[in-house]
């Protein structure tokens, strides 16, 4: 009987949220029909069949976290029988989620199944045959059984909690995160300080065992080595609201504060005459016009960070578990701004492409992010970053590497300055700066330097952007 799962959409992805069934247990479906409604760290999309037949079991509550690879519903086939009932039945009766808008995808997670393993753990019995206490001593219905996600241990780790004291609200009692959070708010749940070190060097073990070698990846081994803030309690004052992060706000916090804490940044700024640019981009617009296309700033910068690093290429580069990953062909990626968040859709080997392709491309790439739209492989792969906040008038700002990319560039405003001309009269001049922000690991001030240094002679000079 197929399985529909938690399909992964990212290197980094452990869990997604269940937002909402499009489907009645019981009912009729066909391959391709919409069956729910997923949230991730990057979109909102929908998951549809694989197979054709009865869904004769919702295994998944709405506004559920689950993790990859765990089953969320069964499509029974013709002469097929049903698994046996794991309390999944109630499912959709919790349709308390808020419903949120999303775009669609046509990828439904099949082949994250051989990427993937279900997080279920037993407890061993002490000498005194007693269940330990404990996270792992954490049990649904008194059959020894405990079951959570590496992330839901980990919230209960960070906060103190031990999970044998919490009820899970699960499908077949699986501790979620909504249940770790309300724990978290009623005050009940403390552990001891020999609890949290247990639980603590468990959870750490069966992240390192996910990749199903045993050997601790980049991603799992930067988590262990985060630390979370300590956070102060709600003043609760009158005025004020409290708004639960989502899960992309969070998964964002996560990884840029990871970034900060384990990755050595430094900084190069250079200050780029952009008059060239400008005149040249007023004669492509007005050429292009026709075509309804207009060439941005971004579009020129964007292309020349590219074009700049083929003679850069350990700035192109990822920082793996296994050595510097070098790469040929540039794959832009593009900081695009969200009301939930930041997601950085890729420009694909963008120093081969012509400015109005780039063009094309990135307005299209930027409006389906803003819709939900985007497919996972038009959001990962990514092997370095341009963030541009010059439209909202900034004059300099600073961005954070987004791993395992090796650098990323911030683009500013254009601002009107006096300058000196060749005969040493003050003239109007078109300034914009460029701020490199580099993994020192990997590229050294000098690299850097000399990166933005060629990055400003090509902006200064934009005919080198159409050879």
């Keep these: 009987?197929?399985?529909?799962i938690m399909p992964k959409m990212g290197d980094a992805m452990e869990e997604g949220t269940l937002l909402k069934w499009l489907k009645s247990e019981g009912e009729e479906v066909s391959e391709g029909d919409a069956l729910a409604e997923i949230e991730t760290d990057k979109v909102t999309m929908e998951i549809e069949a694989e197979d054709s037949g009865t869904l004769a079991q919702l295994m998944a509550s709405e506004g559920e976290d689950v993790a990859v690879g765990e089953a969320i519903a069964f499509i029974q086939g013709e002469g097929e029988e049903a698994p046996e009932s794991s309390g999944g039945g109630e499912a959709q009766a919790e349709g308390?989620?808020?419903?949120?808008?999303?775009?669609e995808d046509d990828s439904s997670g099949g082949d994250a199944q051989a990427q993937t393993a279900t997080e279920t753990e037993e407890a061993q019995p002490g000498e005194d045959g007693q269940q330990p206490s404990g996270?792992?001593?954490?049990?649904?219905?008194?059959?020894?059984?405990?079951?959570?996600?590496?992330i839901v241990k980990r919230l209960a780790r960070e906060n103190d909690l031990d999970?044998?004291?919490?009820?899970?609200?699960?499908?077949?009692?699986?501790?979620?995160?909504r249940d770790v959070r309300a724990a978290l708010e009623s005050g009940e749940a403390p552990t001891t300080d020999g609890q949290a070190e247990q639980a603590g060097a468990e959870a750490d073990g069966q992240e390192a065992e996910a990749?199903?070698?045993?050997?601790?990846?980049?991603?799992?081994?930067?988590q262990q080595g985060f630390q979370p803030a300590h956070l102060p309690e709600p003043t609760e004052e009158p005025g004020t609201q409290l708004m639960e992060p989502t899960r992309m706000q969070r998964v964002i916090g996560e990884r840029m504060t990871e970034a900060k804490q384990h990755v050595p940044h430094f900084y190069a700024t250079v200050e780029v005459r952009m008059d060239a640019t400008m005149a040249l981009r007023k004669q492509l617009n007005e050429q292009l016009e026709e075509e309804g296309l207009k060439l941005s700033v971004n579009d020129f910068v964007m292309k020349a960070c590219g074009v700049?690093?083929?003679n850069y290429p350990n700035l192109n580069a990822l920082y793996t578990s296994k050595g510097i990953e070098l790469h040929e062909k540039v794959n832009m990626a593009m900081a695009v701004?969200?009301?939930?968040?930041?997601?950085?859709?890729?420009?694909?080997?963008?120093?081969?492409?012509?400015?109005?392709t780039i063009s094309r491309e990135s307005k299209d790439l930027a409006q389906r992010a803003r819709d939900g739209g985007l497919k996972p492989d038009e959001y990962q792969g990514g092997t370095f970053t341009v963030s541009n906040m010059g439209m909202f008038g900034v004059e300099s700002f600073t961005a954070i590497i987004n791993p395992?990319?090796?650098?990323?560039?911030?683009?500013?405003?254009?601002?009107?300055?006096?300058?000196?001309?060749?005969?040493?009269?003050?003239?109007?001049?078109?300034?914009m700066k460029l701020t490199l922000s580099a993994d020192h690991r990997i590229a050294n001030g000098r690299d850097g330097a000399m990166y933005m240094a060629e990055v400003k002679r090509t902006l200064e000079n934009p005919v080198l952007l159409m050879v």
């Design 308 to 310: 700049a690093l083929r």
């Design 337 to 356: 701004a969200l009301d939930a968040g930041l997601i950085t859709p890729v420009i694909r080997d963008i120093a081969s492409k012509g400015l109005a």
């Design 211 to 222: 990749s199903g070698s045993g050997e601790v990846q980049p991603e799992q081994a930067s």
């Design 404 to 431: 395992p990319q090796a650098a990323i560039v911030a683009v500013s405003s254009i601002e009107q300055r006096p300058s000196y001309d060749e005969n040493g009269e003050v003239v109007p001049a078109s300034m």
């Design 1 to 4: 009987m197929p399985e529909v």
């Design 96 to 103: 308390g989620a808020e419903e949120e808008s999303g775009g």
């Design 163 to 177: 999970l044998s004291r919490i009820e899970g609200s699960g499908p077949a009692g699986r501790i979620v995160e």
């Design 135 to 150: 996270a792992d001593g954490a049990q649904t219905g008194g059959n020894g059984h405990f079951r959570a996600s590496p």
